[in-house]
């Protein structure tokens, strides 16, 4: 048995680049990449690719998970303490900021790869892009220079992420829903996505902290995400209470 597990080991760490990427890239997972948007396809090719460097440097999925969290919160440090650094640390924030949410797309292929899949890699997984998400609001609050927009940053963060993930893991409401307005849905879903709060308000952050502007740009982002947060709220669940009452009167029929 001792044996056997060694000689795994051994493949496995000298694994060549084709097989990593048959390892890393099963059917199922082919399949669903597929249906993503072009960039995400994107980031997930380079992301796998950099997994297999990664993978051959020794590093554990949950290394790389947690060498994103590290880099995600330095960026979120530059970005609250952009007054007090020079103008160009702006640059080095968005790029921690990327590289803590980039390694969310590395972990996955490092863990396949590996054959080592445990539940401590399952609770890393994602978490570095649901707290870069909610810390940017908090730290923008910081920012701000007042405690009220502090408040809202946390606010607008649990609403964001937490209360928005239950919703949709809990299949209440999908993340396209079909419910009410496609298009209010489809816009609510862009602005909380991975992909705006963490690819370009850093970066938007960033031209603001070069300018010297960071602190009226972190109020109108807080403000505009306020009432994003507590109109998607509102129109989740006015969708989950139509639901409701529509499984109730069917049961009621069904009943009859």
Request: proline share 2%; charged share 10%.
């Amino acid at each position: 048995m001792l044996r056997n597990a060694a000689v795994s080991e051994i493949s496995v760490a000298n694994m060549t680049y084709q097989e990593f990427l048959g390892t890393a890239q099963p059917a199922g997972f082919v399949a669903a990449v597929a249906k993503l948007g072009a960039i995400r396809r994107g980031i997930t090719w380079i992301g796998i690719r950099v997994g297999f460097v990664l993978f051959r440097f020794r590093l554990s999925a949950n290394q790389v998970s947690l060498a994103g969290w590290l880099c995600g919160i330095c960026g979120l440090i530059l970005v609250c303490l952009a007054g007090q650094l020079p103008r160009w640390s702006g640059g080095i924030a968005v790029a921690c900021c990327y590289a803590g949410a980039f390694a969310d797309f590395c972990d996955g292929s490092v863990a396949r790869a590996s054959r080592r899949a445990d539940k401590l890699g399952g609770i890393f997984d994602g978490i570095t892009t649901d707290f870069m998400r909610a810390g940017l609001l908090v730290v923008m609050g910081v920012v701000a220079g007042s405690p009220a927009f502090v408040v809202i940053g946390l606010v607008s963060g649990y609403i964001i992420v937490p209360i928005r993930n239950q919703f949709i893991w809990s299949g209440l409401l999908s993340s396209g829903s079909r419910q009410g307005n496609r298009w209010t849905t489809s816009m609510f879903h862009w602005a909380f996505s991975v992909h705006v709060m963490i690819g370009v308000i850093p970066l938007i952050f960033a031209v603001a902290a070069f300018f010297g502007e960071f602190p009226i740009v972190a109020r109108v982002l807080l403000a505009l995400y306020l009432l994003l947060s507590l109109a998607w709220f509102w129109l989740a669940s006015s969708s989950v209470r139509r639901q409701t009452a529509e499984t109730l009167a069917s049961g009621e029929e069904g009943a009859h």
